[in-house]
């Protein structure tokens, strides 16, 4: 069980920070019932003003650690240990390459 909250809360600030950024560049963030996966896709993608923020081997490392956490979040009593490896790797990814990949970004908006 803590190992799921560590999950939900790492994607969460995740998604608060990439939400955070597209407020800063005036962008809308995203709303709805696929917001979630929504915010992934946008800013993994460029735009007239920006770059990606996220490369497509984060973009999918972050779309894993959604789902994941949408598992935790609803399914928990029918939880899989087996299934928690992929998330863990992906986490991994995601805390090693991440900062790296917001730099390069910034570098880019405000050089």
């Not at 994607?11 to 992934?40: C, F, K, M, Q, Y």
Request: net charge neutral; glycine share 8%.
């Amino acid at each position: 069980m803590a190992f799921m909250h560590a999950v939900m809360a790492g994607h969460t600030s995740l998604e608060t920070g990439l939400n955070r950024v597209l407020t800063l560049l005036n962008e809308e963030t995203p709303s709805g019932g696929t917001w979630h996966a929504d915010l992934i896709r946008r800013v993994s993608s460029a735009t007239g003003n920006r770059p990606p923020i996220l490369d497509a081997e984060l973009s999918r490392a972050a779309d894993r650690t959604r789902r994941f956490r949408h598992v935790a979040a609803r399914g928990y009593d029918s939880f899989d240990p087996e299934e928690a490896a992929p998330a863990v790797g992906v986490a991994e990814l995601l805390g090693n390459r991440l900062p790296a990949a917001i730099a390069r970004f910034h570098a880019a908006i405000d050089p």
